[in-house]
Structure formats: structure tokens, C-alpha cells
């Protein structure tokens, strides 16, 4: 089973380590495998929240997550998206930034930097979104019931998540901009810059978070009429129609998916850089670090370990409040990548034992009860 899901994490780690050996000797080895350890914990709350959305989607759509979903991630995020970024910031073209990235990495690394605050912006606002529309959500199991209790009461006003969001956003764009003042005024412009960027993060969230829940709910609707019809057919014994809307459904969240995995991954590719502004070895180690995420991910799926461990997914939300945080943060000021990464595993790993406490507890409720 272990083989099977991780099979082709293993394979690219040692091509990967391989390639870099050739690339810069073992100095360049160390340097991706470092790497590959950062990206993988900063992500694993992004595997245990993708883990919940991916067990809805059929076995067809967990391939396509794994395929054509690893190339969008690995090669999409963690080696395009750099270049972009420096492409759209210095106003240079592509092949100028890849250029640049190859033969002057001081300046590459300068340029990426200055574009951190918008980078910063709107994956911070995508996921505080995330986190908000959990918290503010009334479900069942409660983890932390003295906090999420009273939240659930406040989540039935509408669009409180967008005002707040919002509210956070206009407070971090005005610090930013009295700061820059404070300092000469050099940032300034940049203000606006995050101000603007906040609100594409949040926009972002609504069109793709809206469509996917529109589809889900589709889905849902139509098999609650195949199920029906099934019920139908055996009286009658009359065939039953596929269910035509699970394409549709299943597409856009894959599509909010890959959205997803972008926003957790800025913190990724930006800590990078206090390792080192090589994109090659950066493509490389966050690259394997990907991998393991996307193996990960579909491990905890197959093993069902959402039901066991039932606190996990809000470990995971709590730690996405946490990370969305940090990046507004960082816009003004430093954090260092070692703590982005432990408040996470922190928060995480006390949902999980959490979980298995009250697995516990249970047991010996049910034995108790029939004895």
C-alpha cells in the first residue's frame, strides 16, 4: 500500500538527488534535500484539507490529481511561477526573467523579494478565506467547542467572512503604507499594490470556491435522482442513466484543488529563498517536496484517516487561519520559515492526538455500555 501511493515520490526523490549531484556536486544535494524537507512541512496541512475534498471525487479524478495535477504543482508553481513573478515585477519578458534567474541570481532573488508583498496579499486573503468559511461554518464534530460554538452562531450572518476578510485586508494595506511613509516613502506605490492583489485573492476564492461548491451540490442532487431511479429501475426493469454532472463537478474541484495547492505553495517558494536563489535547485527540491504532498494527500484518502482521526481537518484549518496570518504578516515584516512550518505541524499534530483521545473515549464508553 505504502509502495503503491508513495511509488512515485520515492522515484523522483532519487532522480531528483541524482540531478542535483551532477548539477552542483553534494553541496547542490544538500541544498535539495533541505528543501524537500521545508516543502514538505510547510504542506502537510495543504494534504490533510486537499485529502477532504479529494475523497468526494471518483478513483478517474484522483489519477488526474496525481498526473496532471503533480505536473501543474511541480512544474506550474515551483518553477514557472517564480520566472513569472519576476517577468510581471521588473516588466521583462519570459525568456529574459528565465535568463536572468540562470545568469544573475542576486538580481533574480531581489526582484522576487519585491514582488513578496502582492505574492504575500493574495495568497494570504485566499486563505484566510478558507479558514473563515470553516470557522464560521456549524457542523457536528467540534474541536475546539468553546471557540467554534459560539463562531458557528456568528457564521449565520451573511457574508461575514468577505467583511472580515476585507477589514483585514484594508488595516494590513494601510500599515503597509504608514510604515512606508515612516521610511521615506519608498513603498508607497506598493500599498496599493497589496490593497489590489488582496482583493484578486479574495475574488479568486469566490469564482473558484462558488463554482465548485455550485457543482458539488449538482453532483449531489443527481445522485440522490440516480439513486431514486435505481429504486425505480428495479421495479420497473427499466436501464438507468449515467450521471452526466460528476465531469462537471469533479473538474472544478479539481480546479479549486490546484488553487489551493497554489496559495499553500507561496510560502513555500518564497522560504526557499533564504536557502537559495538557485531556481534550479529550488525546482528541484520543492519540486520532490510536491510530490510527497500529492502522495500524502492520497494516502490519508485511501486509508481513511479523515474518519478516524475526525479532528484532523480542523487542525488543518486552523493551521491555514495561521499561515494566512503569517503572510500578511511578512509583507512588513520577516519570519522566519522554521516557525511558518512548526505552528503548522504544531497545530496539526494536537488535532491528532486530540482525535485519538477521543477515540479513546468512545471505546471504553461502548464497552462500558455493554457491560
Same mark, same amino acid.
Given at each position: 500500500m505504502?509502495?503503491k501511493?508513495?511509488?512515485w515520490?520515492?522515484?523522483?526523490t532519487a532522480l531528483?538527488l541524482?540531478a542535483?549531484v551532477?548539477y552542483?556536486g553534494?553541496?547542490a544535494f544538500g541544498?535539495?534535500?533541505?528543501l524537500?524537507?521545508?516543502?514538505?512541512s510547510?504542506?502537510f496541512?495543504n494534504a490533510?484539507v486537499?485529502?477532504?475534498?479529494l475523497?468526494?471525487?471518483?478513483?478517474?479524478?484522483?489519477k488526474?490529481?496525481?498526473?496532471v495535477?503533480?505536473?501543474i504543482?511541480?512544474?506550474?508553481?515551483?518553477?514557472?511561477?517564480?520566472?513569472?513573478?519576476?517577468?510581471i515585477?521588473?516588466?521583462i519578458g519570459?525568456?529574459e526573467?528565465?535568463?536572468?534567474?540562470l545568469?544573475d541570481k542576486?538580481?533574480?532573488?531581489?526582484?522576487?523579494?519585491?514582488a513578496?508583498?502582492?505574492?504575500?496579499?493574495?495568497?494570504g486573503? =485566499?486563505l484566510l478565506? &478558507?479558514?473563515?468559511?470553516? %470557522?464560521?461554518e *456549524?457542523?457536528?464534530?467540534?474541536? +475546539?467547542?468553546?471557540?467554534?460554538?459560539?463562531?458557528?452562531?456568528?457564521g449565520?450572518?451573511?457574508?461575514l467572512?468577505?467583511?472580515?476578510a476585507?477589514?483585514v485586508?484594508v488595516?494590513?494595506?494601510?500599515?503597509?503604507?504608514?510604515?512606508?511613509?515612516?521610511?521615506g516613502?519608498a513603498?508607497?506605490?506598493?500599498?496599493?499594490?497589496v490593497?489590489?492583489s488582496?482583493?484578486?485573492?479574495?475574488?479568486?476564492y469566490?469564482?473558484v470556491g462558488?463554482l465548485?461548491?455550485?457543482?458539488e451540490?449538482?453532483?449531489?442532487?443527481?445522485?440522490?435522482?440516480?439513486?431514486?431511479?435505481?429504486?425505480?429501475?428495479?421495479?420497473t426493469?427499466?436501464?438507468?442513466?449515467?450521471?452526466?454532472?460528476?465531469g462537471?463537478a469533479?473538474?472544478f474541484?479539481f480546479?479549486y484543488?490546484?488553487?489551493l495547492?497554489?496559495?499553500?505553495s =507561496?510560502?513555500?517558494? &518564497?522560504?526557499?529563498?533564504? %536557502?537559495?536563489? *538557485?531556481?534550479?535547485?529550488?525546482? +528541484?527540491?520543492?519540486?520532490i517536496?510536491?510530490?510527497?504532498?500529492?502522495?500524502?494527500?492520497?494516502?490519508l484518502?485511501?486509508?481513511g484517516?479523515?474518519?478516524?482521526?475526525?479532528?484532523?481537518?480542523h487542525?488543518?484549518?486552523?493551521?491555514i487561519?495561521?499561515l494566512?496570518?503569517i503572510?500578511?504578516?511578512?509583507i512588513?515584516?520577516?519570519?522566519?520559515?522554521?516557525?511558518?512550518?512548526?505552528?503548522?505541524?504544531?497545530?496539526?499534530?494536537?488535532?491528532f492526538?486530540?482525535?485519538v483521545?477521543?477515540?479513546?473515549?468512545?471505546?471504553?464508553e461502548?464497552?462500558?455500555?455493554?457491560a
Amino acid at each position: 500500500m505504502v509502495l503503491k501511493t508513495f511509488g512515485w515520490s520515492f522515484a523522483v526523490t532519487a532522480l531528483g538527488l541524482v540531478a542535483a549531484v551532477f548539477y552542483g556536486g553534494w553541496t547542490a544535494f544538500g541544498i535539495v534535500a533541505i528543501l524537500s524537507v521545508l516543502e514538505i512541512s510547510l504542506s502537510f496541512d495543504n494534504a490533510v484539507v486537499n485529502a477532504g475534498i479529494l475523497k468526494k471525487m471518483n478513483a478517474f479524478w484522483q489519477k488526474i490529481f496525481l498526473t496532471v495535477g503533480v505536473l501543474i504543482a511541480v512544474f506550474g508553481m515551483r518553477l514557472v511561477f517564480p520566472v513569472v513573478i519576476v517577468a510581471i515585477s521588473a516588466k521583462i519578458g519570459p525568456i529574459e526573467a528565465v535568463d536572468l534567474a540562470l545568469n544573475d541570481k542576486n538580481m533574480y532573488e531581489q526582484l522576487v523579494t519585491d514582488a513578496h508583498p502582492s505574492i504575500a496579499a493574495f495568497g494570504g486573503m =485566499f486563505l484566510l478565506m &478558507i479558514f473563515l468559511d470553516f %470557522i464560521f461554518e *456549524d457542523r457536528d464534530i467540534k474541536w +475546539l467547542a468553546w471557540l467554534e460554538r459560539p463562531l458557528a452562531k456568528l457564521g449565520k450572518i451573511d457574508m461575514l467572512s468577505a467583511c472580515i476578510a476585507l477589514i483585514v485586508l484594508v488595516i494590513t494595506s494601510m500599515t503597509f503604507a504608514a510604515n512606508a511613509h515612516q521610511h521615506g516613502g519608498a513603498h508607497v506605490d506598493k500599498a496599493q499594490t497589496v490593497l489590489v492583489s488582496g482583493i484578486l485573492g479574495l475574488i479568486t476564492y469566490m469564482v473558484v470556491g462558488g463554482l465548485s461548491g455550485y457543482f458539488e451540490n449538482k453532483l449531489e442532487e443527481e445522485e440522490e435522482a440516480e439513486h431514486e431511479a435505481e429504486e425505480e429501475a428495479k421495479k420497473t426493469g427499466k436501464p438507468v442513466s449515467a450521471v452526466a454532472m460528476a465531469g462537471k463537478a469533479a473538474f472544478f474541484m479539481f480546479l479549486y484543488l490546484e488553487v489551493l495547492d497554489a496559495s499553500f505553495s =507561496f510560502d513555500g517558494v &518564497i522560504g526557499a529563498f533564504a %536557502i537559495t536563489n *538557485d531556481i534550479v535547485l529550488m525546482a +528541484l527540491g520543492l519540486g520532490i517536496g510536491a510530490m510527497y504532498v500529492r502522495s500524502l494527500t492520497v494516502y490519508l484518502v485511501r486509508q481513511g484517516t479523515l474518519d478516524d482521526y475526525v479532528y484532523l481537518e480542523h487542525g488543518a484549518h486552523y493551521a491555514i487561519g495561521a499561515l494566512a496570518v503569517i503572510l500578511l504578516v511578512t509583507i512588513q515584516y520577516e519570519i522566519n520559515e522554521v516557525i511558518t512550518g512548526l505552528v503548522g505541524v504544531l497545530l496539526i499534530g494536537w488535532s491528532f492526538w486530540s482525535s485519538v483521545r477521543r477515540n479513546k473515549r468512545l471505546e471504553l464508553e461502548g464497552s462500558t455500555a455493554e457491560a
